[in-house]
């Protein structure tokens, strides 16, 4: 399967080119355009249990498969806010995704939902999804992805309403941005991921909650 990621890292979207017979998987609504040969089906991929996973991490209920009839065929995928898509090859290590980062991947792609108890407190990074298996999986983000790879041992703190995804195995811990309360309200830090390598943490450079907070609230 070959992709080519075009509007790089503003608006960001993926082509990608499908053999006769080839398959893709995406969030449903993510499709811009595509070849009049390529089949959509959209379904509950994986059965009820998947479906109630991808619910609990912010994902849609529902995804669509599209497959190249009669001939290779192409499909462009957008997704939902302006930002970045990267295209990482888990075939080797798997990849812990936040809420929403998902876009697009091979259907061999295996997802399990991920608890992590560690961040009840926050409210956020309650649920994740760890992503193995071989083929294409893309990834997108609101704002440029930025990614970090980190040596053994070495700690690193990311915001994370900018935590996108990191390698599956890494030491990771939340907490409070400061000691206190009071302080994580005026530096305007919520929760923060204390990561530990090795392995690669992706990024993003803005973050959703910044965005709704400068919409207009009306009266």
């Known amino acids: 399967m070959r992709h080519e990621i075009l509007f790089q890292p503003e608006f960001a979207v993926v082509k990608v080119m499908l053999e006769a017979g080839e398959s893709i998987r995406a969030e449903s609504g ?6 009049a040969n390529v089949q959509l089906d959209s379904k509950i991929s994986g059965g009820l249990g ?18 190249a009839q009669n001939g290779p065929g192409e499909v462009i995928l957008a997704p939902g806010l ?12 798997a990849l812990v995704v936040t809420s929403g980062a998902f876009l697009a ?5 295996d997802f399990q ?7 009840f407190f926050g409210g956020e ?11 294409l999986l ?19 703190i990311v915001d994370t309403g900018h935590l996108v995804a990191f390698t599956a195995g890494m030491g990771y811990n939340l907490r409070k941005a400061t000691k206190s309360l009071l302080g994580s309200v005026t530096s305007g830090e919520g929760v923060v991921a204390e ?18 907070a400068m919409m207009p609230v009306s009266r």
């Open 82 to 93: 302006p930002g970045d898509i990267v295209a990482v090859d888990v075939s080797q290590r």
């Open 105 to 109: 991947g091979d259907t061999r792609l």
């Open 30 to 35: 993510a499709m811009m355009s595509m070849t």
């Open 125 to 135: 990074g309650l649920f994740m999804t760890q992503i193995s298996g071989p083929g």
């Open 50 to 67: 998947k479906m109630f996973g991808r619910m609990l991490t912010g994902e849609s209920a529902f995804q669509s498969t599209y497959v």
């Open 138 to 156: 893309l990834l997108s983000s609101y704002g440029a992805i930025m990614p970090i790879e980190l040596a053994p041992g070495q700690p690193y």
């Open 195 to 212: 990561m530990v390598g090795p392995g690669v943490v992706y990024t993003q450079t803005r973050t959703i909650s910044a965005l709704i």
């Open 113 to 119: 939902t991920q608890a992590s108890m560690k961040g």
